[in-house]
T-cell receptor, first 113, second 113 residues
Framework: NAGVTQTPKFQVLKTGQSMTLQCAQD?????MYWYRQDPGMGLRLIYY???????DKGEVPNGYNVSRLNKREFSLRLESAAPSQTSVYFC????????????FGQGTRLTVV | QQQVKQSPQSLIVQKGGISIINCAYE??????FPWYQQFPGKGPALLIA?????SEKKEGRFTISFNKSAKQFSLHIMDSQPGDSATYFC????????????FGAGTRLFVKA
């Protein structure tokens, strides 16, 4: 049972480069989320998708774009990476038995130099 | 503004002691309050959760106390063990499909053997 799978696990980018973080879930959940985790800041919501075909901004959306490709996949794109985007990125999906539990991937550690 | 404030930022407890982490929220529309546990290099995982219609929920050594009028809730870890050393996040959300989950800043707990 894979749950939520993120790729890649690690990435180093140069300032100005672009990349896409991939996320896929196999739990048939409707809702998916992208968070970034920084020391002392907790988990901050970047974007989320309540259901296939919809996306909404979270707390810190600037510099990011997302695509809900289908029910399983939700990708996060950095068009022009900046050092301030150095962080650990987590994808999550939601929809346990009571539609409340969020399941997280293992994270992507991104460094922008 | 939807916000969840968590304290303390870090906590050191002796083995066998009680660990207490506190959170406060602002938005009274929240109706589901989970706690997540995160070990280094891993994504957060649901530990225990409570709804505002009860004042306390206990699962093994973990207890959530909830004060609806004060808009505060706390996690108590009884008989703390070295294996409990992790980062703990409180969160708030709505029990409605697709609603975003807002996290506190996290508490790094270290249990001394």
């Amino acid at each position: 049972n894979a749950g939520v799978t993120q790729t890649p696990k690690f990435q180093v980018l140069k300032t100005g480069q672009s990349m896409t973080l991939q996320c896929a879930q196999d739990m048939n959940h409707n809702s998916m989320y992208w968070y970034r985790q920084d020391p002392g800041m907790g988990l901050r919501l970047i974007y989320y998708s309540a259901s296939e075909g919809t996306t909404d901004k979270g707390e810190v959306p600037n510099g990011y774009n997302v695509s809900r490709l289908n029910k399983r996949e939700f990708s996060l794109r950095l068009e022009s990476a900046a050092p301030s985007q150095t962080s650990v990125y987590f994808c999550a999906s939601r929809g346990g038995r009571t539609n409340t539990e969020a399941f997280f991937g293992q994270g992507t550690r991104l460094t922008v130099v | 503004q939807q916000q969840v404030k968590q304290s303390p930022q870090s906590l050191i407890v002796q083995k066998g002691g009680i660990s207490i982490i506190n959170c406060a929220y602002e938005n009274t529309a929240f109706d589901y309050f989970p706690w997540y546990q995160q070990f280094p290099g891993k994504g957060p995982a649901l530990l225990i959760a409570i709804r505002p219609d009860v004042s306390e929920k206990k699962e093994g050594r973990f207890t959530i106390s909830f004060n609806k009028s004060a808009k505060q809730f706390s996690l108590h870890i009884m008989d703390s063990q070295p294996g409990d050393s992790a980062t703990y996040f409180c969160a708030a959300t709505r029990d409605t499909g697709g609603f975003k989950t807002i996290f506190g800043a996290g508490t790094r707990l270290f249990v001394k053997a």
